[in-house]
């Protein structure tokens, strides 16, 4: 085959990479022993079972939390800077992006276990303690769910907007515009994500 062959040759598209049947069924197998295992370490009667089991899920939590985000960060700065370097990791990176929906469901569940894992949130030990009064107008229950709920969707929502216009270039969108739209997003994502990732972190777990 000559040279120009090769380069007329049209590139297709494989399209979405999908696991076998055995490697999602050993997954999903994983995640029913790890909730078996939370639910029997929650319900056991032992001295400190109920503050392990919310531990061990804050654990959890947080440490797929800063993969996917980890992730959305590589995704902006790629854009900003315009790498080629990046371009065969892009979509890699992408994926792990698709787990900030369950982010979001994670974070709602760890609010059934907050009187569990934070002092803070019991009003008998706030009370008397000049530390702790001092910082009631930011640590309390109400502004804690609200600021972590919205910085998971404000994390949904570049996530989204960058992912999903990028994914067009393949079906031959505009790239000038993507890479327009995108660059921007990408700027305005890590101001916003400094700040909520960091907030998120001394939240959930500095305030231990």
């Not at 999602?24 to 790890?34: E, K, M, P, Q, S």
């Not at 854009?79 to 369950?102: C, K, N, Q």
């Not at 760890?110 to 640590?139: F, R, S």
């Amino acid at each position: 085959m000559g040279h120009s062959e090769a380069v007329s040759e049209t590139i297709v598209n494989p399209g979405t990479l999908k696991s076998s049947s055995a490697l999602t069924g050993f997954f999903a197998a994983l995640g029913l022993i790890g909730l078996a295992t939370f639910l029997i370490t929650l319900s056991s009667g032992a001295e400190g079972a109920h503050v392990q089991a919310w531990s061990s899920f804050l654990a959890g939590h947080f440490f797929f939390l800063t993969i996917a985000m980890g992730a959305l960060f590589f995704v902006a700065i790629h854009w900003i800077t315009t790498s080629m370097w990046g371009v065969p990791m892009l979509r890699i990176a992408e994926s792990f992006t698709s787990y900030i929906p369950f982010i979001l469901v994670s974070t709602l569940v760890l609010y059934l276990g907050m009187h569990d894992l934070y002092a803070w949130t019991h009003p008998e030990v706030v009370n008397g303690d000049m530390v702790l009064e001092g910082k009631k107008a930011y640590l309390n229950a109400t502004f804690f769910k609200i600021r972590d709920v919205l910085a998971v969707v404000l994390w949904l929502f570049f996530a989204t907007k960058l992912v999903s216009s990028s994914v067009q270039s393949d079906s031959g969108a505009n790239f000038k515009a993507i890479y327009t739209q995108n660059r921007k997003l990408g700027v305005i994502f890590l101001a916003i994500f400094a700040i909520t990732f960091s907030m998120t972190a001394f939240d959930q777990l500095m305030s231990l």
